[in-house]
């Protein structure tokens, strides 16, 4: 047997390259950045969940001492962005959708000043009925949010492989039931925040605590109407990021919009009331009704599922985390007849997005909670019913996926031994859950189901030194 080769990388501690700045408290996060003499940017929100906008008058804002710009939509080219779904704007141009929309935004020469001038803005609103759960959204004579998604359905997937049908009634055991997942917050330690500087020239320079600088860029230069040639994005220090900071608000936009108008650098930094409110955008809520049928030793013969998701007023990267929920977990068990349905619903709540895990918690929570309890139906150890239909090298799943290298199956053998499962299982103590689950999660920005990955340029200079260009940032883990 050959000798195992010692690591010297692999498993070594490593210095990390910004842990000294750090742990002395010199490292520069957004709020830390210089700029002399930027202005503070403050943004006027909609107290109402679905609202006509029918007059902003900011004549007594603009005229108070200290404010130096106040912008509006009509400062806008009124282009709607998102990362699937154009379908928000920098500024709200005719309704509101969500208490915390963006309406106006001031820049002054301190925070209380633009907080003040914020107060003197006036908007006239026209309430709108609202709709503030996934039913009554879908429910025939729903408010409409969005007025060209019928029914407020802006993504729908439908999918069959097999025959389903056929494979259900071969089944010995059927099991099936609903789970629902609610809104989770990132909560990082620093909100979102940036700072926009702008050109003689007509270039932006913009310092922002993102995890998705490429993105960022390209949705900024969509929204003000310039090459992304004139948008340079500087990621600063990220005190936590966990999908949150992930480039789906408009401080940045609206930070840019000020600088341009006002000729001054401006910093806009969310306070926590306004990052829960309107800043990092919640965990997609989903209700999930799971099928899955079974022969009598235990293999899964089908598995139908179908998800309603509360995407909120916007959809942001709503559409790719469904399509995650939908089709990731598919790549986990064997199988071959499967049926999806999916249903992305606007509500007039806060807009829902990247979230750790990125939809495969949704939809793994169900689908591992429904194989526990097809466990108890068919008297299998729950392990043993994963080991059972675990994914082997060369599988291809339902849908055109092929694994190459996986040991999910040795996983399985190794938290069994490790964590002493049979012992644990047999114990049944009261109030005390034991439970094993399987998932199988995306890598690099890439979402869908039929690929995966990331892509990074590495350079030897002639001294040796070795240099990596790669959007993939530091936001906090290292």
Known sequence: ?????????????????????????????????????????????????????????????????????????????????????????????????????????????????????????????????????????????????????????????????????????????????????????????ETIGSVAEYSASGKYTIYMNTQTLFMARGRIAWVLGVSEADVRIIQTEVGGGFGGKSCDDNNAIIAA??????????????????????????RVPMRVWVKIGFSRDGHIRAKQMRIVADNGAYSGKAPAIMGVSAFRHETCYKYSDTKTEAYLVYTNKIPTGAFRGFGNPSADWAVEQLLDIGAKALGIDPLELLRLNAIEPGYVSPHGNRVEGCELKQCIDLVEEKMDWKAKWAEKTPNRGVGIACTVHVSGKRHFMDYDGGSATIKMNEDGKVYILSGEGEIGQG
């Open 1 to 189: 047997m050959t000798q195992a080769r010692e690591l010297t990388i692999v498993g070594q501690p490593a210095p990390r390259v910004e842990g000294f700045e750090k742990v002395t408290g010199s490292a520069q996060y957004v709020a830390d950045i210089p700029a002399p003499g930027a202005l503070a940017g403050k943004i006027l929100r909609s107290p109402y969940p679905h609202a006509r906008i029918l007059r902003i008058d900011t004549a007594r804002a603009e005229a108070l001492a200290g404010v130096w710009a106040v912008v509006t939509a009509e400062d806008t080219l009124k282009r709607g962005w998102g990362a699937f779904v154009q379908d928000q704007m920098a500024l709200a141009t005719d309704k509101v959708r969500y208490v915390g929309d963006e309406v106006a935004a001031v820049a002054a020469v301190d925070e209380d000043t633009a907080r003040a001038a914020i107060d003197l803005i006036e908007v006239s609103y026209e309430e709108l009925p609202a709709v503030f759960d996934t039913e009554s959204a879908l429910a025939d004579g729903a408010p409409q949010i969005h007025d060209q998604y019928e029914h407020n359905t802006v993504i729908t997937i439908a999918v069959e492989r097999g025959d389903v049908e056929k494979a259900f009634a071969e089944s010995d055991v059927i099991v099936e039931d609903t789970f629902e997942s609610q809104h989770q917050w990132h909560a990082p330690l």
């Open 257 to 282: 919009l000020l600088a341009r108008k006002s000729g001054r650098s401006v910093r806009i930094i969310n306070t926590r009331e306004e990052e829960f409110l309107a800043g990092s955008r919640p």
